[in-house]
């Protein structure tokens, strides 16, 4: 019951620090934020100030004057810009606490399985600088691996795929430890910019970020429709030749198409995976399968291409978008029992 009471006032935190989302879980209360990875600046004379992050800065995305600037600090699932990576983070801090002083947290943050040295240096500085007291990274296959619910301290073999804002984490998991992992720096941020080149290129229609982002998700698919042609929308962009705004009908079929090239990098990547995984491990992933987890992981028609081109079973995690999270979490929770899993460095 203490630790229960002990849990609940809790100040620690693990932060799934995506290149598309920040999500933060608290122990005892569960996932309590979850906002864009995004921050709004205003320059003025040399000088910078944070106007707004999250949600609120995201909605300035392509609609800001020239001296406000919304920035993603993460590219890639590392961070890209330090400063202001720094300043999100003590935002999200202080926003779920709600209080502008409290006890220095300690906090668990995910970093792709390929990230150097240098840029987990990097996310982990930026968290010491906005006041965590102390800061463990963990590889994302293993957390999601954790958050998705697979035995990850067993002597079996366990396969994730999590597909994120701005990289495909692939990773076998045993014994507490990864087996294999590659990561792939293609996910959710890369299907948008094919989309957004394919209707420039196709139709002369210029559209931004967050339109090609409701086209991915209204009619994104990862196989060709059955008829044909499948689902179409009616999207608003700037006519290139002419320069004014115009409306044009897309359908599933094209966005199939413009998304065909990263989703095979993707799919490439899950079969070099399983080539380089050990024969007994192999057996083990025949018999449970793939799970994927993450944003990416509800396109359309993607177990389906990947039952089709690997042959085994593949299960969509539940609440793939927050394995990530919860499994960051879980570890912070059961620090005595999963602290193994956490990096070195």
Known sequence: MLGKLLSAFSVDMAIDLGTANTLVYVPGRGIVLDEPSVVAIKQNEGTNKVLAVGLEAKQMIGRTPANIVAIRPLRDGVIADFDVAE?????????????????????????????????????????????????????????????????????????????????????????????????IRVGGDKLDESIVNYIRRKHNLMIGEATAEKIKIEIGSAVMPDDGEGKSMEIKGRDMVQGVPKYKAITQAEIFEALSEPVNQIVQGIKIGLERTPPELSADIVDRGIVLSGGGANLQGLDTLLRKTTGLPITIAENSLLCVALGSGKILEEMSSLGSVLCDN
Not at 108 to 116: A, E, H, K, L, W
Not at 146 to 163: F, N, R
């Open 87 to 183: 300043e999100m983070i003590k935002y999200f801090i202080t926003k779920v606490h709600n209080r502008k002083f409290f006890t220095s947290p300690r906090i668990v943050i995910c970093v792709p399985y390929g990230s150097t040295p240098v840029e987990r240096r990097a996310i982990k500085d930026a968290a010491l600088s906005a006041g965590a007291s102390q800061v463990w990274l963990v590889e994302e296959p293993m957390a999601a691996s954790i958050g998705a619910g697979l035995p990850v301290t067993e002597a079996t073999g366990s396969m994730i795929v999590d597909i994120g804002g701005g990289t495909t984490e692939v990773g076998v998991i045993s014994l507490g430890g990864v087996v294999y992992s590659t990561s």
